[in-house]
């Protein structure tokens, strides 16, 4: 068996490299938002629930800003 026949055969087995993408964490972000407006947390769990929140969201706002709503644009004279 030649070395390239070996080489492809590895790179057949290995398995996927996990990736988070910034959409993903956006999904996580609403997530998170989501259930805790339903009351899926308790209290003495929303301390660290709320920190962990801020980070990510201080995290996306700073690699991807939220983009202005064409509704909220200032109107054109």
Request: aromatic letters at 6%; a negative charge.
């Given at each position: 068996?030649?070395?390239n026949e070996n080489t492809n055969d590895v790179a057949a087995t290995a398995p996927a490299t996990p990736e988070l993408t910034?959409?993903?964490l956006g999904n996580i972000r609403s997530i998170i938002d989501v259930a805790a407006q339903?009351?899926?947390f308790r209290a003495a769990e929303m301390?660290?629930?709320g920190?962990?929140?801020n980070k990510l969201n201080d995290f996306?706002?700073?690699v991807a800003p939220p983009q202005e709503n064409e509704n909220t644009a200032a109107p054109a004279a």
């Open positions: 068996m030649s070395d910034i959409q993903d339903r009351g899926a301390g660290a629930i920190a962990t929140f996306l706002n700073a």
